[in-house]
């Protein structure tokens, strides 16, 4: 960014603006051509809860024309901006009557201001001008880092949980508290704006000091990158457990990992994937169950002797996924060639995908990595709803019953299927559980050796279940707590054999119910996950 030109102009509402030009004449608008008086709108929401306020660029200041007024009595303030020429004219205009301290590219010792500025405080907020603070990045970041002198701190005892509605979210919080730790939820989607969202996480992290902050599939991140560079200069580590296929999730937030943040993965067969993306630990984590949540209940009376609680994953489904590449019906062959040789080897998705391409000559429209992992996505989600709608099919004329997504399983599979309404998990899924006297699992392709919820949470409350052979089973259960099908005729049998069979359906539901108590809880998980940070 070097060579860059400072020039100060009349905006068309005759008050000053300015911008940098370029060598080769481009610009960099640090205020609007128009109104830039106007700038402080978009600052309006924000409080002042810092007793040390850092404004970092300041440019013109009119962005902070409404903050001034907010600033509290005894609130210490220091003003930033890469030109000496624009803190002046801030100083003047919005700060002549408040003592603050002032430093610019030019200014020396920078470090021994920071530091007797910092003196005395507790609480350090920082107001960015997002135009400035990009123009001159390197300066920015280099300074801002001063105020984050490393050092070991005592432990709080605390943790920063990202929540929203996603499950798993809420179940965390009850794990940590019920290992000692207190769950502090940063409610991400009440932020409103990117502005309100900084504020609140420095809010959390300097009121709370949190040992460490922990996420489900990155939700909650920004798209600034602004919570792992805030994380990692305050020191504190970062925690992404992926619990979906991370190759989307990662498409907008792989820039913004670093060596500050630990992955956890419910699959295996994405570690290689998540090594290769910066994180600075990755390591695998099954699922698990909340005894809070799906309680053991006795005498439950039947629903239905056979059933399978889940969404079909059909048109609807498939439907929002291909509106996320340049998708065209014509790509419908290449995409169910690719789904069936995916339903052989469920671990060959990236190697199937060339091998049909040289097959059958299909040639792309694209070869970004955007259009390409939605792509992958497609096929693998087709390939779950073909093996749904194969196994449901095969189980009509056995009395199958399946809740949830009722219009989509119609749809896939016909009226004769018995089809249920949606079901609440947090609220209502664990009477079903209970109440189906077998219970099928269907493990989405996306899995291609991990187990889904259902391994856990239907033996947990009560209920039986007969699972696809997913490799991890092995580890996480004894052969005489799981029930597995190799095919769907054997599938056909167990299902005679087990509806026909109550006591034995106990006796195994009973033993993998000891083991997830003992092994496999969010108690334990959440165990394994502070252990391995060295918490």
């Not at 135009?131 to 005892?157: D, I």
């Not at 489904?317 to 995916?342: H, N, W």
């Not at 089809?419 to 009477?431: M, S």
Request: glycine share 8%.
């Amino acid at each position: 960014m070097d060579g860059l030109n400072l020039k100060i102009f009349k905006a068309g509402s005759g008050m000053l603006s300015a911008m940098l030009e370029k060598p080769d004449g481009a610009t960099i608008h640090l205020h609007s051509l128009v109104r830039p008086e106007e700038e402080w709108k978009y600052f309006d929401g924000l409080q002042v809860w810092g007793d040390r306020l850092v404004l970092l660029g300041t440019g013109l200041g009119y962005h902070l024309s409404g903050i001034v007024k907010k600033i509290p009595h005894g609130c210490r303030v220091m003003l930033i901006d890469y030109y000496e020429e624009l803190l002046n004219v801030c100083k003047k205009e919005f700060f002549s009557e408040i003592q603050t301290v002032e430093i610019s590219s030019d200014t020396p010792d920078k470090e021994r201001l920071i530091s007797s500025f910092l003196q005395g405080g507790r609480c350090l907020q920082f107001i960015r001008h997002p135009a400035s603070v990009y123009a001159r990045r390197e300066f920015y970041n280099r300074l801002t880092s001063l105020f984050f002198p490393q050092g070991a701190e005592s432990k709080s005892g605390s943790v920063l949980v990202l929540h929203g509605k996603f499950f798993l979210q809420e179940e965390l919080c009850r794990a940590l508290s019920s290992i000692g730790m207190r769950a502090v939820p940063f409610e991400y989607e009440k932020a409103g704006s990117a502005l309100s969202y900084e504020s609140r996480l420095q809010y959390l992290i300097q009121s709370e000091k949190p040992d460490v902050i922990i996420s489900v599939n990155m939700l909650g991140f920004d798209g600034n990158g602004m919570l792992p560079e805030l994380a990692a200069r305050s020191g504190i580590p970062v925690v992404v457990w992926f619990v979906d296929d991370p190759h989307p999730i990662l498409l907008h937030q792989r820039q913004f990992i670093n060596k500050n943040m630990a992955a956890f993965c419910w699959e295996r067969a994405y570690l290689p994937f998540l090594k290769s993306s910066g994180f600075g630990s990755v390591k695998y984590l099954p699922l698990a169950a909340d005894p809070e949540m799906f309680p053991f209940t006795e005498g439950k009376s039947s629903l239905c002797r056979l059933g399978f609680v889940g969404s079909s994953m059909g048109r609807k489904f498939l439907s929002g996924i291909a509106g996320k590449f340049l998708y065209r019906d014509d790509m419908e062959p290449f995409v169910y060639t690719c789904a069936q040789k995916l339903l052989c080897s469920p671990a060959r998705i990236d190697s199937i995908m060339e091998s049909v391409c040289r097959e059958t000559g299909c040639v792309l429209p694209f070869t970004d990595e955007r259009n390409m992992v939605w792509r992958r996505s497609y096929i693998i989600h087709t390939a779950s709803m073909m093996r749904r709608k194969q196994i449901v099919d095969a189980l009509i004329p056995c009395g199958l019953q399946t809740f949830g997504d009722p219009e989509g399983w119609r749809e896939l599979c016909g009226g004769e299927l018995i089809t249920n309404p949606d079901i609440d998990y947090r609220t209502g899924l664990a009477d079903i559980y209970r109440r189906i006297d077998v219970n099928v699992n269907i493990t989405s392709c996306q899995m291609p050796s991990g187990v889904n919820q259902r391994v856990f949470d239907i033996p947990l409350c009560g209920g039986f279940v007969i699972s696809d052979p997913q490799e991890d089973l092995g580890e996480l259960f004894a052969d005489d707590e799981v029930v597995t099908y190799s095919s769907v005729e054997h599938l056909k049998e167990l299902v005679t054999r087990y509806t026909a069979n109550e006591k034995e359906r106990l006796v195994i539901s009973e033993r993998a119910m000891k083991r997830i108590k003992g092994e496999h809880t969010y108690y334990h998980r959440v165990k394994k996950i502070l252990s391995e940070l060295g918490c």
